[in-house]
């Protein structure tokens, strides 16, 4: 599944996160584990973690979110914001690891 909004924030740090959070509370995807990180989302908007954010990502591409692939994500993540020449190839692992 794509998330267009959730995603390009997480890779690129845009469109701000309060606009990317009210989304996702308006349209809420569905995925089993999810509805605790709409709970948290709610109550903390936009000081809602990015590591949160991350989390949910994987639970809606049916993943699990245990310590190790969040961590690894985040690292993904992390790679993709710090643009570069190591983009392109954050890019292609994030996609990946969402598969």
Same mark, same amino acid.
């Given at each position: 599944? *794509? @998330?267009?909004? !959730? =995603?390009?924030?997480? !890779?690129?740090?845009?469109?701000? &996160?309060? *606009? +990317?959070?009210? /989304? ?12 605790? @990180? ?11 973690? =990015? ?6 990502? !994987? +639970? ?5 979110? *245990? *310590?190790?692939? +969040? &961590?690894? @994500?985040?690292?993904? +993540?992390?790679?993709?914001? &710090? ?6 190839? /954050? ?5 990946? /690891? !969402?598969?």
């Amino acid at each position: 599944m *794509d @998330f267009p909004l !959730l =995603d390009r924030y997480l !890779l690129e740090g845009t469109p701000p &996160k309060e *606009d +990317v959070i009210a /989304a996702l509370l308006r349209e809420r995807p569905e995925a089993p584990g999810a509805a605790p @990180f709409y709970e948290g989302m709610k109550m903390l908007g936009s000081r809602t973690p =990015d590591l949160s954010l991350m989390a949910l990502r !994987l +639970v809606l591409a049916g993943k699990k979110a *245990d *310590d190790a692939s +969040v &961590k690894g @994500f985040r690292s993904i +993540v992390e790679r993709a914001r &710090k643009g570069g020449g190591d983009a392109d190839g /954050a890019a292609a692992s994030y996609k990946e /690891a !969402l598969e």
